[in-house]
């Protein structure tokens, strides 16, 4: 079974600046995909970013991207020059690539990040 | 193109009633998945479906069940309600049953239980 852990519950950062997002996981899995998700106050959970863990190169997506330690099992999201519409909750996400049967995708609990003006 | 849908968005219901969410996924994906996320955590993952078969199974006692219809759209229903049911349910499309297959999620059913 897999694990996922955010360390930060909340951050609050000034409009503009660039935060990082924390997120660790455990797995006996060698392929794998790892995932960012966001959730506004609206709820719809929304892709931000994701990492095939057989890629040594990071994701990017605009102002979003990841740094990917696999040795360490380490997945930071970065999000730079942070805007007002960046305020929510973020989930960092796991899936197994398997020939089987499916797991879904393991999230942790989630880092409220607040984007103040 | 429509993204996920799911109805009701919001329900309330007391102990020991029945529930059936739906879940509508985006057009050309083949596969649902359910995830049920408790208030301040992150989801926790029921079920998944592909071609109308289950693919996949979370640690959910068998008061849970779901099913897949030809449409590919879905139903969860839910037994004998407890408090503890009550949440948000997800509801995710992927284009196959794959794990690390990326998900889109649907706006969620908010499911009391008094």
């Known amino acids: 079974a897999q694990t996922v852990t955010q360390s930060q519950p909340e951050m609050s950062v000034q409009e503009a600046e660039t935060v990082t997002l924390s997120c660790t996981y455990d797995t006996s899995e060698n392929n794998y995909y790892l995932f960012w998700y966001k959730q506004p106050p609206s709820r719809q959970m929304i892709l931000v970013i994701r990492q095939e863990a057989y890629k040594q190169q990071n994701a990017t997506e605009n102002r979003f991207s990841v740094n990917f330690q696999k040795a360490a099992k380490s997945f930071s999201l970065k999000i730079s020059d942070s805007q007002l519409g960046d305020t929510a909750m973020y989930f960092c996400?796991?899936?197994?690539?398997?020939?089987?049967?499916?797991?879904?995708?393991?999230f942790g609990k989630g880092t409220h990040l607040i984007i103040q003006p | 193109d429509a993204g996920v849908t799911q109805s009701p968005t919001h329900l309330i219901k007391t102990r020991g009633q029945h529930v059936t969410l739906r879940c509508s996924p985006i057009s050309g994906h083949k596969s649902v998945s359910w995830y049920q996320q408790v208030l301040g955590q992150g989801p926790q993952f029921i079920f998944q479906?592909?071609?109308?078969?289950?693919?996949g199974r979370g640690n959910f006692p068998d008061r849970f069940s779901a099913r897949q219809f030809p449409n590919y759209s879905s139903e969860l229903n839910v037994n004998a309600l407890l408090l503890g049911d009550s949440a948000l349910y997800l509801c995710a499309s992927s284009l196959v049953f794959q794990g690390a297959d990326t998900q889109y999620f649907g706006p969620g059913t908010r499911l009391t239980v008094l």
């Open positions: 479906y592909y071609e109308k078969e289950e693919r």
């Open positions: 996400a796991f899936g197994a690539y398997s020939g089987g049967g499916a797991d879904g995708l393991t």
